[in-house]
């Protein structure tokens, strides 16, 4: 029997416990800035080392946070299901956790990217990213993150990922950000769907869609027993 495809698609809700803020249970504020002045593409021309400092920062709190038992449990996910996350966070705690494979739709805390070409990666080491840090096209490195009103690159890779799925697993996003909420109509009509929000309303869900009202660390446990069963 060839095992069944499982995606899991997850935000911020699974790093919470991990002691990583949503961006909703703070008021669209995160560490009292303002999403325009520091989470666009605008923000960036027209204060860098502003948002240099904001992604400093945050780097600074991703590091010092450990991956929870929710994480941990979708690596367990694993051994049973052919497995794909597709994440809207910038931390790095599924594969901290352990689990291999990992799409980031919004991009990675842990990276820099040249400022003229976002395909030039490249690893950071430690919380700063200093103004100065140059790439090798002479661009001031920054963050590796999708800001808003950037594209979406992992977008078309994330659908197809999505349509192919026999399980679909939604945890810790309010799906309230576009393109990557558009996933939930990409599913195949035979897909089991699964969501573990403490918070989330039944009706923002396909029909038919099971929704485990309870935090990350506690779904999961419910999630896995209704998977194996
Ligand atoms: N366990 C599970 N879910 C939780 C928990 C928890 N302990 N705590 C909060 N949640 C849920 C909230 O109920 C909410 O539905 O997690 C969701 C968090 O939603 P958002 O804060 O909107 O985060 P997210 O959906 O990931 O945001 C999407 O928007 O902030 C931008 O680009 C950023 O990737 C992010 C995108």
């Given at each position: 029997m060839p095992m069944k495809k499982l995606v899991i698609f997850t935000g911020a809700g699974i790093s919470a416990e991990s002691g990583i803020k949503t961006f909703r249970d703070s008021d669209g504020l995160w560490e009292n800035y303002k999403i325009e002045d520091v989470a666009t593409i605008d923000a960036w021309h027209k204060n860098m080392s502003l948002v240099q400092e904001f992604y400093n920062q945050r780097r600074k709190t991703v590091l010092a946070a450990k991956p929870n038992k929710a994480h941990y449990a979708l690596v367990e996910l694993e051994s049973k299901f052919k497995t794909t996350i597709i994440t809207q966070n910038i931390d790095d705690l599924h594969e901290r956790a352990g689990s291999k494979n990992v799409i980031h739709l919004h991009g990675q805390i842990t990276k820099s990217c040249s400022s003229i070409n976002k395909n030039e990666i490249f690893p950071i080491k430690g919380w700063e990213l200093k103004m100065g840090e140059l790439a090798p096209d002479g661009s001031q490195l920054r963050p590796f993150i999708v800001w808003f009103?950037?594209?979406?690159?992992l977008m078309d890779k994330a659908i197809i990922e999505t349509y192919l799925a026999d399980i679909f697993v939604v945890i810790g996003t309010s799906l309230q950000v576009y393109p990557a909420a558009n996933l939930l109509y990409k599913l195949n009509k035979n897909c089991k769907i699964y969501a573990i929000d403490p918070h989330l309303e039944e009706g923002i869900l396909p029909e038919g869609s099971t929704l485990i009202k309870k935090k990350a660390t506690v779904g999961v446990d419910v999630l896995i027993e209704k998977l194996l069963k």
């Amino acid at each position: 029997m060839p095992m069944k495809k499982l995606v899991i698609f997850t935000g911020a809700g699974i790093s919470a416990e991990s002691g990583i803020k949503t961006f909703r249970d703070s008021d669209g504020l995160w560490e009292n800035y303002k999403i325009e002045d520091v989470a666009t593409i605008d923000a960036w021309h027209k204060n860098m080392s502003l948002v240099q400092e904001f992604y400093n920062q945050r780097r600074k709190t991703v590091l010092a946070a450990k991956p929870n038992k929710a994480h941990y449990a979708l690596v367990e996910l694993e051994s049973k299901f052919k497995t794909t996350i597709i994440t809207q966070n910038i931390d790095d705690l599924h594969e901290r956790a352990g689990s291999k494979n990992v799409i980031h739709l919004h991009g990675q805390i842990t990276k820099s990217c040249s400022s003229i070409n976002k395909n030039e990666i490249f690893p950071i080491k430690g919380w700063e990213l200093k103004m100065g840090e140059l790439a090798p096209d002479g661009s001031q490195l920054r963050p590796f993150i999708v800001w808003f009103g950037e594209d979406v690159p992992l977008m078309d890779k994330a659908i197809i990922e999505t349509y192919l799925a026999d399980i679909f697993v939604v945890i810790g996003t309010s799906l309230q950000v576009y393109p990557a909420a558009n996933l939930l109509y990409k599913l195949n009509k035979n897909c089991k769907i699964y969501a573990i929000d403490p918070h989330l309303e039944e009706g923002i869900l396909p029909e038919g869609s099971t929704l485990i009202k309870k935090k990350a660390t506690v779904g999961v446990d419910v999630l896995i027993e209704k998977l194996l069963k």
